[in-house]
């Protein structure tokens, strides 16, 4: 391959949530609730709160006070600046804790960057650039495009094309790796090379072709610099 440029998904590629700690945050989050009023169950918050992050993945919120306070409204309790204040504060605490680098992702990051100009193209939920550079990443990448910021999660093709935009390369010249075979999808509409990696849990989620063949494919993100 000819490549100039690689494209890389964040979750269940390079790093993963790490549950225990989700829960630990879960259970925290609760208990601020309750203090302030909250008589939902802690499942209930839960479901509410996971609700809130995929509303926010298309940037239907701009911010991080706005998703607290959205937060709030579902669960019935009035809006106030210090618990919004304190909501934030238990964030930033789970911020580098709440997701665990897959291994050797920063070695791989490493070699690939000295070879191609990267980008990071993620759907996620409001403030996983603060992830991004909590657990050290953001230097390696070119640019990094989140759904939340840009409106768009994939597979819409134009995604990708702000990557390629600001990468200033053609589809031709880039590949696109991900755990998802629906995301590899809306990269082969552009024109991307596709590299599917097979740790994530929801590898065939939502994919339209059940017959899709990426170009490339291993078990294992230490594995794609034997493509690239």
């Given at each position: 391959m000819n490549l100039k440029g690689v494209l890389i998904?964040?979750?269940?590629?390079?790093?993963?949530?790490?549950?225990?700690?989700?829960?630990r945050f879960r259970g925290e989050l609760a208990s601020v609730l309750g203090r302030y009023g909250c008589r939902r169950t802690s499942d209930e918050i839960s479901h509410l709160l996971d609700n809130a992050y995929r509303g926010s993945t298309k940037?239907?919120?701009k911010d991080l006070h706005e998703f607290w306070k959205l937060l709030l409204k579902s669960l019935g309790i009035p809006e106030r600046s210090e618990l919004i204040q304190e909501l934030t504060e238990l964030r930033s605490r789970h911020v580098a804790?709440?997701?665990?680098?897959?291994?050797?992702?920063v070695s791989v990051l490493s070699t690939l960057k000295k070879k191609y100009k990267l980008a990071l193209v993620s759907n996620c939920g409001i403030g996983l650039s603060d992830v991004v550079r909590a657990l050290g990443l953001a230097d390696f990448f070119h640019c990094i495009v989140l759904s939340y910021e840009v409106g768009v999660r994939?597979?819409?093709?134009?995604?990708?094309?702000e990557a390629l935009n600001t990468l200033k390369f053609?589809?031709?010249q880039c590949?696109?790796?991900?755990?998802?075979i629906s995301d590899l999808e809306g990269a082969?509409?552009?024109g991307l090379k596709t590299l599917l990696?097979?740790?994530?849990?929801?590898?065939?989620?939502?994919?339209k072709d059940p017959s899709f063949k990426p170009d490339y494919q291993c078990n294992h993100i230490s594995e794609i610099t034997m493509f690239l």
């Open positions: 998904d964040f979750g269940q590629t390079l790093a993963y949530l790490d549950r225990e700690d989700d829960r940037g239907e919120v804790t709440g997701f665990k680098l897959y291994g050797e992702a994939k597979p819409d093709r134009r995604i990708y094309l053609e589809p031709q590949i696109f790796v991900a755990d998802e082969r509409e552009v990696v097979r740790q994530g849990e929801y590898t065939t989620h939502n994919t």
